[in-house]
């Protein structure tokens, strides 16, 4: 057998085993996505389902909160049954009203979000947020200022959406500051994004703290859902854009909203 044809077999022996790898690679890889897909599949469903139970469980809440109101009216409040029930009616139905907040919160979260995309001048945005914010400031002693940029700042977004994710920001911020503090709203243009940066004089956040700051029901207060910051990075996650936290022990808080000025690509 001459060399010439030992090297022409050596290469089809390579080339097969070479082709023998790159199938071996495509099937793993196929079957990777595979998987990956029947797992995005049973989130959607599962997240269908739960969104469901969750309408299912307001409507008897509903009706308890009602009966709780009829229950409440027809009993004497100067009896002495009276005045050892009212006190403990009112705490149900508190946490029935609390239960209702988690479950509308929860799917305001979980539910679809379809973007009603505009061009909006963010500056014009803070302002109404800033002017809608300011006694809710003024009451928890906290002094809110608003620096725009010189120039109209447009960027296309949902603007019902990017004010709801920077209330979010603001009221976080606040019930961050319990002894008061200067809480500052900022926009500025950087290339082809626009940012809203929120800083806060708070107590700052612990680093083991800011990793799970954006996880769904991570909270450290003893009220609340634990789905405002969540919902505030998805809305901003929908507009192609991305939250970042900065914070240090014992100065506050920065927190980023950054977008393209061009919109979110189509999805």
């Not at 023998?20 to 990956?36: C, G, K, M, Q, S």
């Not at 004497?76 to 029935?96: A, D, F, K, N, Y």
């Not at 379809?114 to 109404?128: F, H, M, P, R």
Request: glycine letters at 8%; a positive charge.
């Amino acid at each position: 057998m001459t060399d010439s044809l030992l090297a022409f077999l050596a290469g089809i022996a390579l080339t097969a085993s070479c082709a023998a790898l790159a199938a071996l690679w495509v099937i793993r890889r196929f079957r990777r996505l595979e998987r990956r897909t029947q797992r995005a599949e049973r989130l959607a469903e599962m997240g269908q389902l739960t969104g469901g139970l969750a309408h299912e469980i307001k409507n008897p809440l509903s009706t308890i909160q009602l009966n709780l109101q009829l229950l409440q009216e027809d009993l004497p409040g100067e009896s002495v049954v009276g005045s050892r029930v009212h006190p403990r009616l009112r705490t149900i139905r508190q946490e029935v009203a609390r239960l209702r907040e988690i479950l509308d919160d929860f799917l305001r979260y979980a539910g679809r979000i379809t973007l009603e995309i505009e061009g909006v001048d963010l500056n014009s945005l803070v302002e109404q947020v800033a002017d809608f914010f300011m006694p809710q400031a003024s009451t928890n002693r906290v002094q809110l200022r608003i620096a725009p940029t010189p120039v109209k700042l447009f960027a296309r977004v949902d603007q019902r959406l990017i004010k709801q994710a920077l209330l979010n920001l603001m009221l976080n911020a606040t019930q961050a500051m319990h002894d008061g503090g200067d809480l500052i709203v900022k926009t500025r243009r950087i290339g082809l994004y626009a940012e809203i940066e929120v800083t806060d004089t708070g107590p700052g956040i612990p680093p083991e703290t800011v990793a799970q700051i954006f996880n769904a029901y991570y909270t450290t207060k003893k009220s609340g859902t634990g789905l405002g910051l969540p919902m505030t990075k998805r809305i901003a996650e929908e507009h192609d854009g991305t939250i970042t936290l900065k914070s240090e022990v014992g100065k506050g808080s920065v927190f980023t909203i950054r977008l393209p000025i061009a919109g979110p690509k189509a999805k």
